[in-house]
Structure formats: structure tokens, C-alpha cells
DNA sequence: GGTAGACCTGGACGC
DNA sequence: GCGTCCAGGTCTACC
């Protein structure tokens, strides 16, 4: 089945879903045209649909796998807004931008909404796989994690969605190293899964949380496995910009910009966006380093 | 508050 | 084919 979203602003589909490697990872998929994305979502109700994602005159393209109840759609249409950032405001963004030559592409693209899961589970345990590791290697861990414990599409067993915290809390942390290949992150993912499932953790509930960015940051830093970097990672995914998810690949492009290559610390990448306030992390996300290696 | 060392995996490299 | 080294954030212990 088919239906449209109508973005309350202008979208650039293709900006989202190339606004960071989510789309790399499963169950996202990307379209043969590379225009499109798809995704396959276990539902509320338990039912597993893939449905891609495209862009259709000013229009947001829907297509589903299979024929869902009015419920169900609603509950696509209401994930799909969310993973696209539709609801987004960059006005004030683009306005402090305007006059700087290093950020004219992202704006002229239309650049600044950035690709969520459906779930905040989904996204923390993908950022957890991010953190000390090579892109190559979170890739065959979230890819092993959905397929091992994922529940499948009923009419193509290669496609699985992401496992539900209760999913993966049934699982030991020896299973999830030997099956995941997560290493040393088991008991990190072991237990945030645990404490959702038995009810202890409202994760979720940090999704439209009223508090203030110092405050959702804190509360992101008790999670075993998060730190500095992920923290402010996972705020970037909630439309929070005023901190820095610096790595070493920050390090590196603020030391080659502004440094001469010299080595840098992450008071020097914060002093580098200062000046951009409560929009210092969509400056640094959409920063144009191309003139440096 | 700052720092050092350990934690794991997979890929690159040398032999 | 095997062994070694390295990259990548976070945690814990220690000062």
C-alpha cells in the first residue's frame, strides 16, 4: 500500500538520509537510485513491514510491504516524521549561516535534518557500536545484532527488524559476545536492554523530553557505555545542538583547519564552535572541511 | 578534575 | 598462514 506525508517545510529527502552512515546500517537500506530509503519495522502490534521512503514532487512517498490496518499506517506515518526530523526547524539555522562560506553547501542542500530510528533503543545500542571501533566493524555488529535476534519479515527471511530491548535483555552477555561480536559493549547493551524491559529505564520517554540539553546529557552519561561523545551524539539525533560529539575524527579536521595539523584537544574543537551557540553541533555536523584531506 | 591503562575486534602489515 | 600492531571511546582506579 501507498500514502504521502506532507512536510510542513521544504525537505531534501536525500539530505537526510545521507546526513550521517544510519542509513548503512540494518535495517535501514538504501534505494537502488540512491534517492530512497528503506526500512524494515517491527510494529507495536508485533507485525513486521519494510516500507521505503521517496521523495514525490514536495511530497514524502510511502510504500509499505504489505496492506496494514488504519492503525498501523498511523503508526508508520508517525515513525517515518520522526525518522526524518520532519518537524525541524532550521530557520533560525540557516539565518545564523547565511554569511559563512564553509557552511553555503549544507544550506543550499538543505541540509540539517538528520536520520533517526524509529526508536531511541535503536539508536543508543547503534551509537554504543560506534564508539571505539572502525565504521567496517559497527556495521557487522549491528548487522549480526538484527539478524540474530530480530524478528523476521514473513515473506523474506533475509529481512529482519531491529530486536525490541526485550529481544536482546533474553540474552546473556556471553551470548551477545560470541554471537555479536560486540566484545568489552555486552554488558553495556545486556544491561540498558535489561533495565527497559523490566521497566526501570524510560528511554523512550527521552525522545520528547521538556528538559534542558545539560540536563538530557546527564541523564544519557548514566548509561554504561555512553560517554561525552555519545552523549552528545545521541542530542544531535534529538534536535539538541549545544554540544560537541567529538572524536578523534574532530580532533583531526579542527587540527587540520585551524591548527596547521598540530595536535588539538576537545577544548580546542569547542572553542572552534563557540561562536555558534546553541547551534554549535549542526555547525560542526554540516561543517565543509573538503579543502582538507 | 585530570590522567593512565585496560577493554575488544577486525583489518593492515610483515614475515 | 601466523603473529604483531593499530584505531577507535569509555570505564575504572588512582592521584
Redesign the pocket.
Known sequence: MQFTLNPPSPISLYSVIHSHGWFQLVPFEILDDGQGLAYTMQLAAGRVTRFEVSAVDNLIQISTSNDLPADEEAEVRKSVRWMLSMDSNLEDFYEAAKDEPRLQKAIQKGAGRILRSPSLFEDVVKTILT????W??TK?MTRKLVSAYGTAHPHDPNLHAFPKPEAVASVSEEEL?ETV????RAP?IAELARRIADGSLDLEGLRTSQLPSKELRAEF?K?????????ANLLMLLGRYDFLPI???ALKMVSLEWHNGAPVKPADVEKAFSRWGNFKGLAYWLWDWTSNP
Do not use: Q
Not at 131 to 134: A, D, H, I, K, Y
Not at 181 to 184: A, H, I, S, T
Not at 223 to 231: E, M, Q, S, V, W
Open positions: 564508539t571505539n571501533t572502525l567496517n566493524a557487522s559476545k561480536r560486540v566484545g568489552y553495556f552519561l548509561i554504561k557505555g555512553l560517554g561525552p561523545y555519545a552523549a572524536d578523534s575524527w
